[in-house]
C-alpha cells in the first residue's frame, strides 16, 4: 500500500492550497481516508476525513468552513482544498486510510499513511 501526497508548499496569510494524496495497493473505495497535520514540536492531530463513498465528511472546528475534502474513487485519490490559510496552519500534512466504516478522528484508527507534504503559511 502507498499514499502520496502532494500539493504543499508555501503560501501568504488568506491564500489557498490544494492538496492531493493518490492511493495504489488496496481497494480504495473500501476506506474512509483522513488529513491530519503536525506542527514542529507538536502532536500529530486530526483535520479531516471522509466516508469512503466521498458522501460524508467531517472537520476540526479550526478549520471548518475554510477546508474542503473530496475523493474521487475513480482515479483513488483524495483531496484537501484549503482556504483562507492562516499561519498556524503550517505543518506537515499526512494522509491516512481506515478500513473503519465511520470517520475516525484519532491516528490508531487508520491502517495506512503517507509521507507528510509541508504546508507553510507566511504572515
Known amino acids: 500500500v502507498q499514499l502520496q501526497a502532494s500539493g504543499g508548499g508555501l503560501v501568504q496569510a488568506g491564500g489557498s492550497l490544494r492538496l492531493s494524496c493518490a492511493a495504489s495497493g488496496l481497494t480504495f473505495n473500501s476506506y474512509a481516508m483522513g488529513w491530519f497535520r503536525q506542527a514542529p514540536g507538536k502532536e500529530r492531530e486530526f483535520v479531516a476525513a471522509i466516508s469512503r463513498s466521498g458522501g460524508n465528511t467531517y472537520y476540526t472546528d479550526s478549520v471548518k468552513g475554510r477546508f474542503i475534502m473530496s475523493r474521487d474513487n475513480a482515479k483513488n485519490t483524495v483531496y484537501l482544498q484549503m482556504n483562507s490559510l492562516k499561519p498556524e496552519d503550517t505543518a506537515d500534512y499526512y494522509c491516512?486510510?481506515?478500513?473503519?466504516?465511520?470517520?475516525?478522528?484519532?491516528?490508531?484508527?487508520?491502517?495506512?499513511w503517507g509521507q507528510g507534504t509541508l504546508v507553510t503559511v507566511s504572515s
Open positions: 491516512a486510510a481506515a478500513r473503519a466504516g465511520w470517520l475516525p478522528t484519532t491516528t490508531p484508527a487508520y491502517d495506512y
